[in-house]
């Protein structure tokens, strides 16, 4: 499986931006397609994650980000809205096989797969 990020950039503070990320290989609705972000000297940490229609996010994105696939394309997007400072980061996409189980899709270890990662900087 490769997994291929897009749709970083610049935008000020409350625009919006569009991620994606295309997959290549045997992914379907089974698997939990994650979103990570990591910015400068801090850890990868989790955003969002979707299965099937199913979907988690951290408190810091709730609500203003939207997490979908397009399972005939295979593709995964990450709708984010009402962007923060806060935001800017390298953001990856990341795919492993399996169901919800407890908090553990919000641990970078636990997916098999990433792509290359998209920067996205917000401007105050």
């Known amino acids: 499986v490769q997994l291929q990020a897009s749709g970083g950039g610049l935008v000020q503070a409350g625009g919006s931006l569009r991620l994606s990320c295309a997959a290549s290989?045997?992914?379907?609705?089974?698997?939990?397609m994650g979103w990570f972000r990591q910015a400068p000297g801090k850890e990868r940490e989790f955003v969002a994650a979707i299965r099937w229609s199913s979907t988690r996010y951290s408190d810091s994105v709730k609500g203003r980000f939207t997490v979908s696939r397009d399972n005939a394309k295979n593709t995964v997007s990450l709708q984010m809205d009402s962007l923060k400072p806060d935001d800017t980061a390298v953001y990856y996409c990341?795919?492993?096989?399996?169901?919800?189980?407890?908090?553990?899709?919000?641990?970078?270890?636990?997916?098999?797969?990433w792509g290359q990662g998209t920067q996205v900087t917000v401007s105050s």
């Open positions: 290989g045997r992914t379907n609705g089974n698997w939990i």
């Open positions: 990341a795919a492993r096989i399996g169901q919800w189980s407890g908090s553990s899709y919000e641990s970078p270890a636990d997916y098999a797969y």
